[in-house]
């Protein structure tokens, strides 16, 4: 509750409402002090006004003659005389500016205002306010600023407060006129003609219209902040229900739209967050304002997420599947690769037996070919080498039993090189990129047993060839005396094929080697290739492990099935 939202708001119009409450009292009580001094202003110019009034009334009868001045004198000079003071005597009261501090004082005494005269060298030194200890100075200053605003033309009157005392001075300038005179006109004109006047005072030498002092008025404003003070303390009785009420009302109406409204909000955010996942949940507030809106781009964000996972519970089964499917095709891949590489092994094994056997055929048509010409060499010696022909006819013949049965395994060996070439070339389409080179090399394996199941059938002709004529050596052995002249001819032919026969075996053995060879780079190709095949598999495996902790981890929200159904629909006709 503290830190929400709500409360600082709460908190900042408490705050702005105080203060600008605080202003306005503030103001209004400056306002209300400033119009009460004015009032007390107004009030001490009536009083000092009513001194003006009443020095000038009396100023004007005593230029009526309606005093009698001599009387007057007299009676002074009495009172002087006798000790009793120039304050006694009926004349000192007839003097125009004491009549009129007179009655002004009395007015003020009876209103409970403080009036005095303040004058600088006065003949009476307590209105001298440089003599006032407790506050002379302030009073002094408002003296000096009054004369000198009078001497510059400016107005009469002048009005300060004294903050020390929470007082207002009002001072208000005496100007002497021509009845004053005759006490403080020039000495030369003094009626005793010793520079004094009546009184036995020495004439101080002003002027008419001088300033000499002024009326003097202070009022307290203990009485106007009493006022302030009620005024303030009604203003707040009467405000502070004010305040709390509307207070009250803004809390309702921020209760209402934003506290309530967030809230929920909130809540549903912190359902989907931390609850069970439920992306099919929505706030759907139905207003128009900023809540609302956030409240409708939540619920929009939330179908998005929505969608996205429903996407990805789609693809994660399919690629799950897929990286199944790739497993398994990888392990058989695996698995056929490896058979391919020991039945290659075994193929290879069995070329180097062929290759042997083709290095010894070879040696053996050489042997027979050398044979062949010793025996030529022997025809000239007639029939003491008939029984050596007959077992070099017998040797031959085996011989060539032999070479058959060579040639026989060589043709075996070539079909089943083609076997396995056309099985390899069928696996390396069904491995399609990566079985291209694979192919290559399977054709040309082919190529080479279809050659040497040429070669080999070649050379069974030949020694098929040998071995009816070395038949027919035999048969004619015993009447070699009568076709002796044809033992040279037939003995050259013989070892003319034998010479070819040779050939074509070293031939035949340089070919078993190259088949040897491309056998060997085959196994080692299928070797390779049964390894990837098996580290293919592993990573299919791991994929499809990683997919189903990710399918996991995906159905943990709560989506639409409607919705994965119709994205699964949509995926299909793409895809078809």
């Not at 200053?141 to 007082?167: C, F, I, M, P």
């Not at 398994?328 to 290759?355: C, F, P, V, W, Y």
């Not at 031939?507 to 390894?531: C, F, I, P, Y």
Request: glycine letters at 8%.
């Amino acid at each position: 509750m503290r830190n929400s939202l709500s409360s600082r708001v709460l908190l900042a119009a408490i705050l702005v409402l105080v203060t600008v409450s605080a202003v306005l009292l503030w103001n209004s009580t400056r306002s209300y002090r400033a119009g009460a001094e004015q009032l007390m202003v107004e009030k001490a110019a009536a009083f000092t006004a009513v001194a003006d009034a009443a020095k000038n009334h009396v100023s004007a009868l005593h230029k009526s003659g309606v005093f009698k001045t001599e009387e007057l004198v007299a009676e002074l000079r009495q009172k002087v005389a006798s000790g009793e003071g120039y304050a006694k005597a009926k004349l000192y009261e007839a003097i125009p500016v004491v009549a009129g501090w007179a009655s002004a004082k009395e007015a003020a005494k009876r209103e409970g205002i403080d009036f005095r005269i303040t004058a600088f060298d006065a003949r009476n030194k307590d209105n001298d306010p440089r003599n006032d200890t407790g506050n002379g100075v302030f009073r002094a200053s408002l003296l000096t600023e009054l004369t000198a605003q009078v001497q510059a033309g400016g107005s009469d009157s002048l009005s300060r407060v004294d903050t020390a005392n929470n007082n207002l001075h009002y001072l208000r300038a005496i100007r002497l006129d021509a009845s004053c005179l005759a006490c403080h006109g020039e000495p030369s004109t003094s009626p005793t003609g010793d520079g004094r006047d009546i009184a036995g005072f020495r004439m101080e030498g002003w002027k008419d219209g001088d300033v000499h002092g002024a009326y003097e008025l202070v009022l307290p404003l203990a009485h106007c902040d009493e006022h302030i003070a009620s005024f303030l303390g009604q203003g707040l009785l009467l405000g502070l229900p004010v305040l709390a009420i509307g207070l009250g009302a803004f809390w309702l109406m921020l209760r209402r739209s934003l506290r309530d409204p967030l809230r929920q909000l909130a809540g549903s955010m912190r359902d989907i967050a931390e609850g069970d996942g439920d992306l099919t949940r929505r706030i759907g507030l139905a207003r128009a304002d900023e809540v609302g809106q956030a409240a409708g781009m939540f619920d929009r964000f939330a179908a998005r997420i929505h969608d996205t996972i429903a996407h990805v519970v789609v693809m994660s089964g399919d690629v799950d599947s897929a990286s199944r499917m790739i497993s398994k095709e990888s392990q058989r891949l695996a698995h056929g690769a490896s058979q391919n590489a020991a039945t290659i092994q075994e193929i290879n094994a069995a070329l180097e037996e062929i290759t042997s056997q083709a290095e010894r055929a070879a040696k053996a048509s050489e042997e027979a070919a050398s044979a062949a010409n010793q025996a030529k060499e022997s025809a000239g010696r007639g029939n003491q080498e008939v029984v050596r022909l007959d077992q070099a006819m017998a040797a031959i013949q085996e011989s060539s039993n032999t070479v058959t049965r060579i040639v026989s395994v060589i043709q075996d060996v070539s079909f089943q090189t083609n076997l396995l070439a056309l099985n390899a070339a069928v696996e390396a389409a069904r491995a399609g990129e990566a079985g291209k080179g694979f192919a290559v090399v399977a054709e040309e394996v082919r190529n080479l047993a279809q050659r040497s199941a040429t070669a080999a059938t070649e050379t069974r002709q030949l020694i098929e060839e040998a071995c009816r004529r070395a038949e027919n050596g035999a048969r004619i052995a015993g009447e070699v005396t009568k076709v002796l002249g044809q033992i040279d001819a037939q003995t050259t032919q013989v070892a003319t094929s034998l010479n070819e026969v040779a050939a074509t075996a070293s031939g035949q053995r340089e070919s078993v080697d190259q088949v040897s060879k491309g056998v060997t780079g085959l196994s080692q190709t299928t070797q390779d290739n049964a390894a990837s095949a098996e580290e293919l598999a592993v990573t299919a495996e791991q994929s499809s492990g990683r997919m189903a902790r990710l399918l996991q981890m995906v159905e943990t929200f709560k989506v639409d099935r409607s919705a994965v159904a119709r994205i699964a629909e949509e995926q299909a006709k793409q895809e078809s």
